[in-house]
């Protein structure tokens, strides 16, 4: 097929193909839309593999060419639109031969595939016999020599698209945490019952090769057991899993929930099955045990926020590592470390995936778990102490225990108490006392006498035990600072309470407040402990860190609701909403939801707005609507920062579009205010919050039975410090650092917001016109 030419004679343009295979991930959509969009932006033309393999091995209508408004509305769809299987043929070389000749006829020179490991192995081999399925075509005449030099080169990118979270070198494939949701919400739903009938459950996930979605669902739901294969139990499993079950009956717990992956075994690959691990819950345990298994409620449907926003930004990110491939590079896939998303040579990340399989096989455990990645292992033990609360071997000796005081300070966000009840539970497993501080630093200055449950003391496993999916704060949380209630007083009662570690949950005032005490310390004496920070706010503008327990949760919400309003435009399709964000002063809220729902526009306080800028969205919204031949499935979304601007507040931009539509259309504004604080906190924020706050203990105990004097620990600028996420590394960073060095104190937030770069995407996607295309 004659190359087509972008008007420059010489220069074929490029025809980047995208797929979906294996099975549906949740995200998957959002992943396609990105890359049809990104193609087309990047002046390449953007085509859709239907069916997955399969349409590349038939080639004819099942490669279909994209157009812009192809893909509107698909980010909140769940499942592939473009279809997925599991195809035989593309196993075999004539399949993949078939699959080449195809590609070549439509003239393809790039393929993005977005599915799991099995997906991603087939997409190597591919790539490695590339050179000789051309030959053999070229010596059969099925294509020209010129086209043999010409595709010579494959450029392939992965898409790492899975519910199991299955492939190596990548912490989060794109519906692992939406799959994720859907587990937690059956356990938080059978967690109702079990509780009430003083049940045990059983429940079956899916996983058989990777433990990640049962691991994961055991921390954010606080399961009693949990069964992976990667990891499988000690020798004598049915006396430990009993000993854990009976201990926790023991103090209190009504009810009792085991989580077992599919490819369950124990440690000589024997199947664990949900119904040997009821026999032993309801034999010797004497428990009234039943057995869920999940099954494909596990798929998902719509995508979480996290997962539409991280498909999105892949997908951008494939189609750049797709046009950045220069002849005889390796092939990539697009993989997030932590924060960060990153291309990773595809050959490794197969072989390492293939090296678990072969590790499990081998009996060789440790080496599986190591393979999974650092975070996998880090859940595990975070997992492991605060669920086997007896195990003595974990106590410190008398000298090194402390008494760790634990503070909420700020609005609520949801993951505060998933963070304290880990935090209770790691300080109980270690021999340090917890002390909750109830409602912040005005509860801590109340004297604690005049309190009927005193507003400082210590608390139990049983009692923090089912807060992991709490949202709010059940220890209480208050705005005001130590300077409010008085520095003096703070001090004097973290004399009074021999508190010599403070672990601190909040936003920015958590933040402000952690600042005010360190500069405290030099008066106050009690303030020179070691102290840390755990940002937890819906706005996610504390410096330090690019996360912040319950930002995850408020997109959610904030999603879901935007989801809503969209779909009640569904019958007229021609209005536009304009919905208003929280956030303070930082537009992170705005920008990621305008990345998960395909915002036309987002306005942030960063930016700001100008009636320039006003003029060109209206512009584009007529444009928008006069091209949409009823693609959109609902209404259309601008978010708008509370603090975008004083002047155009919400409803003044939405009048305004209206005045200018000239009947072509209607808006509307929406203020979700509270909502997006959310109920139940989601996955993501429980299982971080979980593992961030093992850390944040495990730093105040670095400090016990110190060798320092308080006097010199003052010094040591580690001492107060902030837990951040800040690309691919979990970090400490020293509070005297992030004052400095890193802090808009007047805008409350950081002076480098990392995702300021995720709003031209968010432009890009929505063909959002820049400054210079009007003028
Ligand atoms: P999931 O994680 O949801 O199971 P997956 O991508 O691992 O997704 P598979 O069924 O293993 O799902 O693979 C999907 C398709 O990829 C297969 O049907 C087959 O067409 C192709 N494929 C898998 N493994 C290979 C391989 N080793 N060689 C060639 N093609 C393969």
Same mark, same amino acid.
Not at 116 to 128: H, I, N, Q
Not at 137 to 157: C, G, H, M, R
Not at 538 to 557: K, Q
Not at 723 to 728: Q, R, S, V
């Given at each position: 097929?004659?190359?087509?030419?972008?008007?420059?004679?010489?220069?074929?343009?490029?025809?980047?193909?995208?797929?979906?295979?294996?099975?549906?991930?949740?995200?998957?959509?959002?992943?396609?839309?990105?890359?049809?969009?990104?193609?087309?932006?990047?002046?390449?033309?953007?085509?859709?593999?239907?069916?997955?393999?399969?349409?590349?091995?038939?080639?004819?209508?099942?490669?279909?060419?994209?157009?812009?408004?192809?893909?509107?509305?698909?980010?909140?769809?769940?499942?592939? /639109?473009?279809?997925?299987?599991?195809?035989?043929?593309?196993?075999?070389?004539?399949?993949?031969?078939?699959?080449?000749?195809?590609?070549?006829?439509?003239?393809?020179?790039?393929?993005?595939?977005? $599915?799991?490991?099995?997906?991603?192995?087939?997409?190597?081999?591919?790539?490695?016999?590339?050179?000789?399925?051309?030959?053999?075509?070229?010596?059969? %005449?099925?294509?020209?020599?010129?086209?043999?030099?010409?595709? %010579?080169?494959?450029?392939?990118?992965?898409?790492?698209?899975?519910?199991?979270?299955?492939?190596?070198?990548?912490?989060?494939?794109?519906?692992?945490?939406?799959?994720?949701?859907?587990?937690?919400?059956?356990?938080?739903?059978?967690?109702?019952?079990?509780?009430?009938?003083?049940?045990?459950?059983?429940? #079956?996930?899916?996983?058989?090769?990777?433990?990640?979605?049962?691991?994961?669902?055991?921390?954010?739901?606080?399961?009693?057991?949990?069964?992976?294969?990667?990891?499988?139990?000690?020798?004598?499993?049915?006396? =430990?899993?009993?000993?854990?079950?009976?201990?926790?009956?023991?103090?209190?717990?009504?009810?009792?929930?085991?989580?077992?992956?599919?490819?369950?075994?124990?440690?000589?690959?024997?199947?664990?099955?949900?119904?040997?691990?009821?026999?032993?819950?309801?034999?010797? /345990?004497?428990?009234?045990?039943?057995?869920?298994?999940?099954?494909?409620?596990?798929?998902?449907?719509?995508?979480?926020?996290?997962?539409?926003?991280?498909?999105?930004?892949?997908?951008?990110?494939?189609?750049?590592?797709?046009?950045?491939?220069?002849?005889?590079?390796?092939? =990539?896939?697009?993989?997030?470390?932590?924060?960060?998303?990153?291309?990773?040579?595809?050959?490794?990340?197969?072989?390492?995936?293939?090296?678990?399989?072969?590790?499990? #096989?081998?009996?060789?455990?440790?080496?599986?778990?190591?393979?999974?990645?650092?975070?996998?292992? #880090?859940?595990?033990?975070?997992?492991?102490?605060?669920?086997?609360?007896?195990?003595?071997?974990?106590?410190?000796?008398?000298?090194?225990?402390?008494?760790?005081?634990?503070?909420?300070?700020?609005?609520?966000?949801?993951?505060?108490?998933?963070?304290?009840?880990?935090?209770?539970?790691?300080?109980? !497993?270690?021999?340090?006392?917890?002390?909750?501080?109830?409602?912040?630093?005005?509860?801590?200055?109340? =004297?604690?006498?005049?309190?009927?449950?005193?507003?400082?003391?210590?608390?139990?496993?049983?009692?923090?035990?089912?807060?992991?999916?709490?949202?709010?704060?059940?220890?209480?949380?208050?705005?005001?600072?130590?300077?409010?209630?008085?520095?003096?007083?703070?001090?004097?009662?973290?004399?009074?309470?021999?508190?010599?570690?403070?672990?601190?949950?909040?936003?920015?005032?958590?933040?402000?407040?952690?600042?005010?005490?360190?500069?405290?310390?030099?008066?106050?004496?009690?303030?020179?402990?070691?102290?840390?920070?755990?940002?937890?706010?819906?706005?996610?503008?504390?410096?330090?860190?690019?996360?912040?327990?319950?930002?995850?949760?408020?997109?959610?919400?904030?999603?879901?609701?935007?989801?809503?309003?969209?779909?009640?435009?569904?019958?007229?399709?021609?209005?536009?909403?304009?919905?208003?964000?929280?956030?303070?002063?930082?537009?992170?809220?705005?920008?990621?939801?305008?990345?998960?729902?395909?915002?036309?526009?987002?306005?942030?306080?960063?930016?700001?707005?100008?009636?320039?800028? /006003?003029?060109?969205?209206?512009?584009?919204?007529?444009?928008?609507?006069?091209?949409?031949?009823?693609?959109?499935?609902?209404? %259309? /979304?601008?978010?708008?920062?509370?603090?975008? !601007?004083?002047?155009?507040?919400?409803?003044?931009?939405?009048?305004?579009?209206?005045?200018?539509?000239? $009947?072509?259309?209607?808006?509307?504004?929406?203020?979700?205010?509270?909502?997006?604080?959310?109920?139940?906190?989601?996955?993501?924020?429980?299982?971080?919050?979980?593992?961030?706050?093992?850390?944040?203990?495990?730093?105040?105990?670095?400090?016990?039975?110190?060798?320092?004097?308080?006097?010199?620990?003052?010094?040591?600028?580690?001492?107060?410090?902030?837990?951040?996420?800040?690309?691919?590394?979990?970090?400490?960073?020293?509070?005297?650092?992030?004052?400095?060095?890193?802090?808009?104190?007047?805008?409350?937030?950081?002076?480098?917001?990392?995702?300021?770069?995720?709003?031209?995407?968010?432009?890009?996607?929505?063909?959002?016109?820049?400054?210079?295309?009007?003028?």
């Amino acid at each position: 097929m004659a190359p087509v030419t972008n008007g420059e004679a010489s220069k074929p343009r490029k025809r980047i193909a995208v797929m979906t295979s294996g099975g549906d991930a949740p995200g998957m959509n959002g992943a396609v839309r990105a890359v049809v969009r990104m193609t087309l932006q990047e002046n390449c033309e953007a085509y859709a593999v239907m069916e997955g393999y399969q349409g590349l091995v038939e080639g004819g209508d099942w490669i279909k060419q994209m157009e812009w408004a192809d893909v509107r509305g698909w980010l909140s769809e769940g499942g592939t /639109l473009i279809g997925t299987a599991r195809c035989q043929d593309f196993r075999e070389r004539p399949g993949r031969l078939r699959a080449a000749k195809n590609m070549i006829e439509k003239g393809i020179n790039g393929l993005v595939i977005c $599915g799991g490991d099995g997906s991603l192995t087939g997409a190597d081999t591919f790539r490695k016999e590339w050179p000789s399925l051309l030959s053999q075509l070229a010596s059969s %005449k099925e294509i020209t020599a010129a086209e043999q030099e010409e595709y %010579k080169f494959l450029n392939i990118v992965g898409l790492v698209g899975s519910i199991d979270n299955d492939f190596a070198d990548t912490d989060a494939t794109i519906g692992c945490y939406s799959s994720l949701g859907r587990i937690c919400e059956a356990v938080d739903y059978i967690d109702a019952t079990a509780f009430s009938h003083q049940r045990a459950f059983v429940i #079956e996930v899916m996983g058989r090769h990777c433990g990640w979605l049962a691991l994961m669902a055991g921390v954010s739901t606080g399961a009693d057991y949990v069964f992976i294969p990667e990891n499988p139990p000690p020798e004598d499993w049915e006396a =430990h899993m009993c000993d854990i079950i009976k201990n926790h009956r023991a103090l209190g717990k009504r009810k009792t929930i085991v989580i077992v992956a599919e490819g369950a075994h124990d440690r000589d690959l024997n199947k664990i099955s949900p119904t040997k691990v009821k026999d032993l819950l309801s034999g010797p /345990l004497k428990l009234d045990t039943r057995i869920t298994t999940l099954g494909h409620v596990q798929r998902g449907g719509q995508a979480c926020a996290y997962d539409r926003q991280m498909s999105t930004l892949q997908g951008v990110e494939a189609v750049r590592a797709v046009l950045d491939a220069k002849p005889g590079d390796a092939s =990539h896939f697009i993989s997030v470390v932590e924060n960060k998303i990153v291309r990773k040579p595809l050959l490794e990340a197969v072989a390492t995936t293939q090296a678990v399989a072969e590790a499990i #096989e081998n009996k060789d455990f440790d080496k599986a778990v190591s393979l999974r990645g650092d975070e996998f292992k #880090e859940y595990y033990d975070a997992y492991m102490t605060t669920t086997a609360t007896e195990d003595a071997g974990q106590l410190l000796p008398e000298s090194k225990r402390m008494n760790i005081g634990i503070i909420h300070v700020g609005a609520p966000a949801g993951g505060m108490n998933s963070a304290t009840r880990s935090a209770v539970a790691y300080c109980l !497993s270690r021999g340090h006392k917890p002390w909750a501080i109830h409602n912040g630093f005005p509860g801590l200055v109340r =004297h604690h006498k005049d309190e009927p449950i005193g507003s400082v003391r210590l608390v139990d496993w049983l009692e923090v035990e089912g807060w992991i999916s709490k949202g709010g704060s059940e220890i209480g949380t208050n705005r005001d600072l130590p300077s409010k209630v008085g520095l003096a007083e703070t001090a004097a009662c973290f004399k009074e309470w021999k508190i010599d570690g403070l672990f601190i949950i909040g936003g920015f005032e958590a933040y402000s407040a952690l600042s005010e005490m360190r500069k405290g310390q030099a008066e106050h004496p009690p303030f020179r402990i070691p102290m840390v920070l755990l940002p937890a706010t819906i706005s996610n503008n504390v410096p330090g860190t690019e996360y912040s327990v319950g930002s995850d949760t408020c997109l959610n919400a904030l999603v879901g609701y935007c989801d809503a309003i969209k779909q009640s435009a569904s019958a007229s399709r021609r209005r536009i909403f304009v919905v208003e964000t929280q956030g303070g002063r930082s537009g992170y809220i705005a920008t990621m939801a305008g990345l998960a729902i395909g915002a036309l526009a987002v306005y942030t306080p960063e930016e700001g707005i100008d009636l320039a800028m /006003l003029g060109r969205d209206i512009e584009h919204l007529r444009e928008s609507f006069a091209t949409d031949k009823g693609q959109t499935r609902g209404g %259309k /979304l601008i978010l708008n920062s509370e603090h975008a !601007s004083a002047t155009y507040t919400t409803q003044v931009i939405a009048d305004m579009i209206k005045e200018e539509s000239h $009947g072509r259309f209607e808006s509307r504004f929406a203020i979700p205010g509270h909502v997006q604080q959310g109920g139940t906190p989601s996955p993501m924020d429980r299982v971080r919050a979980v593992r961030l706050a093992v850390k944040c203990i495990q730093k105040l105990e670095g400090y016990a039975d110190s060798d320092k004097t308080p006097e010199v620990q003052m010094k040591d600028e580690d001492t107060m410090s902030v837990i951040g996420i800040t690309g691919a590394s979990v970090v400490f960073n020293s509070m005297k650092r992030l004052e400095a060095e890193e802090t808009d104190w007047k805008d409350r937030r950081p002076l480098n917001e990392s995702w300021l770069a995720y709003k031209k995407i968010v432009d890009t996607l929505s063909g959002r016109p820049k400054p210079m295309d009007c003028c």
